[in-house]
């Protein structure tokens, strides 16, 4: 079945850095766009970027543009999202979730499956 | 970037009854926009996309309507697992954006 599994969530000061990582399995990691979205404690969801299948193309929040790259490895199936300049208000759960593509191959720039979701403390 | 305005903010209903859920955007985004449903410590799940496709395995009682602006999900007769938050999100213009719920409350 689809998967995604999130890590390296964790403590990290203002100003630092830290690296998630999303390993996906049960589908053709290669073939799909893959988005990084979080959730502050209490608070809604915000989407944060996107990759599209090849890394051709790449999208960012306003909210961390400059400070966060997403990145992802085909042979690994893995998608990464580099978090640099962290500041208190990047405190949240981050999800990795892949797109949604139609049986005649459209892709619907959805959420399609989630993963479980990794914790980010700045403090 | 596209504002996303849900309404009500909460809504106190019994099981068995209809819900009906409203978002509005603050410019045209065609059909795009998608239904999310959130319970207490888990990840989202999608419901809805492109307005009024069911998700895999979505039940039938959730059905999306609207386009331009205004959007509806209707949860046709309440079930005892369907208390929960609910997000519409479009996909229409970068950034993508998300509205700021609707928590579905049993009354």
């Known amino acids: 079945q689809v998967q995604l599994v999130e890590s390296g969530g964790g403590v990290v000061q203002p100003g630092g850095s830290l690296r998630l990582s999303c390993a996906a399995s049960?589908?053709?990691?290669?073939?799909?766009?893959m988005h990084w979205v979080r959730q502050a404690p209490g608070k809604g969801l915000e989407w944060v970027t996107f990759?599209?299948?090849?890394?051709?193309?790449?999208y960012y929040a306003d909210s961390v543009k400059g400070r966060f790259t997403i990145a992802r490895d085909n042979s690994k199936n893995t998608v990464y999202l580099q978090m640099n300049s962290l500041r208190a208000e990047d405190t949240a759960v981050y999800y990795c979730?892949?797109?949604?593509?139609?049986?005649?191959?459209?892709?619907?720039?959805?959420?399609?499956?989630w993963g479980q979701g990794t914790t980010v403390t700045v403090s | 970037e596209i504002v996303l305005t849900q309404s009500p903010a909460t809504l106190s209903l019994s099981p068995g009854e209809k819900a009906t859920l409203s978002c509005r955007a603050s410019?045209?985004?065609?059909?795009?926009l998608a239904w999310y449903q959130q319970k207490p410590g888990q990840a989202p799940r999608l419901l809805i996309y492109?307005?009024?496709n069911r998700a895999t395995d979505i039940p039938a009682r959730f059905s999306g309507s609207g386009s331009g602006t205004d959007f509806t999900l209707t949860i046709s007769s309440l079930e005892p697992e369907d208390f929960a938050v609910y997000y519409c999100?479009?996909?229409?213009?970068?950034?993508?954006?998300f509205g700021g719920g609707t928590k579905v409350e049993i009354k």
């Open positions: 492109d307005a009024s």
């Open positions: 999100q479009q996909r229409s213009n970068w950034p993508l954006t």
């Open positions: 410019q045209s985004v065609s059909n795009y």
């Open positions: 049960g589908f053709t990691f290669r073939n799909y766009g």
């Open positions: 979730a892949k797109v949604r593509i139609t049986i005649s191959g459209m892709v619907i720039y959805v959420m399609d499956v």
């Open positions: 990759i599209r299948y090849d890394g051709s193309d790449k």
